[in-house]
C-alpha cells in the first residue's frame, strides 16, 4: 500500500477471544453503535415538519397556479411574435443576449427530461414549459410593451412577482415557510392572478373568495368553506358588510342575532331592503322560559339577555317602520330552547352563504366558533350522480331545513 493511502481497521478476529492490532498510522473509524445518532423524530419534531409541510403545499399550490398563469400569458403575447420566424426556437429568440445564460439552461434540463422520460404529458415538451416564474417575469419585463395593451399597471405586476420570491424560494428548496409569509404569498398570488385576468369564476368570488386549496380538496369537508375560533375572526375575514350586502334573501335565527343588528347599521339595512332584499328574522322570544336559562348558563343577572333580545327587536322594527314594503321585512320571535344561530345569505343561488354558530351553555356567541358553508352553486365538490349524492350535498340544506321549521313554529312581531 502507498504511502498516501488510508488504511481501514480490520473487523472482529476470526479468532476466539483474539482481537487484530492495528498498525501505527491507520485512520480509526467509529462502529455505528459508537456515533450514538438517534434516527427517531419526537412528538415535537413531528409537529414541526408537519407544519412545514403544510405550508409549504400551501404555497406550492398557489404558486403553481401563477406559474401556469404567467406561463400561459408569457405564450399567447410573444409566440404570435417570435414563432413566425423563428419557430420551435422562439423563446431562444425573446430572451436575446441577456437571457441566453438561463434559457441554455433550461434547454439542458430540457434534454435531460427527454433522456430520462421524465416528461410525462407531450404539452410539456416545449421549452416554455422549463422555464422558472422568475424567467418568465423576465420575459414579460424585457418585452413589456406587447404586453401593455393587456395589463395596465406594469409595475403592480412586477411588485406582486417580486413578493413571491421568499415563499418560491423557500417551497423549491424545502426550508421553513413562516405563517407571515405565506399570507404575504397567498395575497400576492390572488392579486397577481386578478391582475393577470385570472380570477376564480366561482360566483360567491365576491362574497367570499373561493381559496385555491380548497378548489382541490373541497370534497373533503361537504360544502364547510372555512371554521373561526370566534366571531371577531370571522368578521376579520368576513366583515358584515362582505356577507350581507347585496343580498337579495336574508334568513336569519338566533337568540338576538347581534352580527346583524349590531354590526351592520340601520341605514345599510334600509339600503338594502329598498334594493329587494327579502329578510326573514327570527329571535329567542325575550319573554319565554328559554331566555331566562340562557341567563342562567352565561352567569347573567335576571332580565339583562331579555333586555338585549328585546332592544335588538325594536332596532329592527324601526327599520321595518321606513319601508315602502313592509311585507318584505319580516320579524318573528320563537319560544324553543335555541340550539344554534345561522344567517343564510341568497343560499338558493350560485353565490350563497351561511354563517352558523351553535350555543355552547358556558360561552357568549361572540366566543363560539363559527362556521362558513358555500350555497348550491358551489363547483368544488364534484359527487358522481346517484342516491347518495343528495345526501352528501351539505350542511347547508340541513340549516335551511331547520330554520323552515322553526319559522313554521313562530309568531310575528307586529
Not at 481497521?9 to 492490532?21: K, L, M, R
Not at 395596465?152 to 426550508?175: C, F, G, I, K
Request: with cysteine; proline share 6%; hydrophobic share 40%.
Amino acid at each position: 500500500m502507498g504511502s498516501g493511502e488510508l488504511e481501514l481497521p480490520p473487523g472482529e478476529s476470526g479468532g476466539e477471544g483474539g482481537t487484530a492490532e492495528v498498525p501505527p498510522g491507520a485512520v480509526s473509524l467509529a462502529r455505528p453503535m459508537e456515533i450514538g445518532a438517534d434516527l427517531d423524530w419526537g412528538p415535537e419534531d413531528w409537529a414541526e415538519v408537519s407544519t412545514r409541510a403544510r405550508r409549504g403545499g400551501r404555497a406550492y399550490v398557489w404558486l403553481n397556479l401563477v406559474e401556469q398563469r404567467v406561463r400561459s400569458v408569457v405564450a399567447a403575447v410573444l409566440r404570435p411574435i417570435y414563432e413566425p420566424v423563428h419557430g420551435e426556437e422562439w423563446v431562444i429568440a425573446a430572451a436575446g443576449p441577456t437571457g441566453q445564460e438561463w434559457v441554455q439552461r433550461a434547454v439542458a434540463v430540457r434534454e435531460v427530461s427527454r433522456r430520462k422520460g421524465y416528461l410525462l404529458d407531450p404539452a410539456d415538451d416545449t421549452l416554455l414549459s422549463f422555464l422558472t416564474l422568475p424567467q418568465l417575469r423576465e420575459l414579460m419585463v424585457q418585452h413589456w410593451p406587447c404586453f401593455e395593451p393587456y395589463f395596465e399597471d406594469r409595475r403592480e405586476v412586477e411588485l406582486a412577482l417580486d413578493e413571491l420570491e421568499v415563499a418560491r424560494s423557500a417551497v423549491a428548496r424545502n426550508r421553513a415557510l413562516t405563517g407571515t409569509v405565506l399570507a404575504q404569498a397567498e395575497r400576492a398570488c390572488g392579486r397577481l392572478l386578478e391582475l393577470l385576468g385570472a380570477s376564480h369564476d366561482a360566483p360567491a368570488a365576491g362574497r367570499l373568495a373561493v381559496d385555491a386549496v380548497e378548489e382541490l380538496v373541497g370534497d373533503r369537508y361537504a360544502d364547510v368553506a372555512a371554521v373561526h375560533p370566534d366571531r371577531v375572526r370571522l368578521q376579520r375575514r368576513l366583515p358584515a358588510e362582505d356577507l350581507f350586502g347585496g343580498a337579495r334573501r336574508l334568513d336569519a335565527v338566533g337568540i338576538g342575532l347581534n352580527l346583524l343588528v349590531q354590526n351592520y347599521s340601520a341605514r345599510r339595512l334600509t339600503r338594502l331592503a329598498e334594493s329587494g332584499c327579502r329578510m326573514r328574522l327570527l329571535f329567542l322570544n325575550p319573554a319565554s322560559s328559554a331566555v331566562r336559562r340562557r341567563e342562567r348558563e352565561l352567569g347573567l343577572k335576571r332580565g339583562e339577555l331579555s333586555r338585549s333580545v328585546e332592544t335588538n327587536i325594536l332596532h329592527m322594527r324601526r327599520v321595518r317602520a321606513r319601508l315602502r314594503d313592509t311585507g318584505a321585512f319580516q320579524i318573528h320571535v320563537f319560544d324553543e330552547t335555541p340550539r344554534f344561530t345561522a344567517y343564510l345569505v341568497d343560499d338558493d343561488g350560485p353565490d350563497g352563504l351561511a354563517v352558523v354558530q351553535s350555543y355552547l351553555r358556558r360561552v357568549r356567541g361572540m366566543e363560539a366558533p363559527v362556521w362558513v358553508l358555500r350555497g348550491d352553486g358551489r363547483q368544488l365538490v364534484r359527487q358522481e350522480p346517484g342516491p347518495q349524492a343528495a345526501a352528501e350535498a351539505g350542511l347547508l340544506p340541513v340549516y335551511r331545513e331547520e330554520f323552515e321549521s322553526v319559522w313554521a313554529d313562530s309568531r310575528p312581531v307586529s
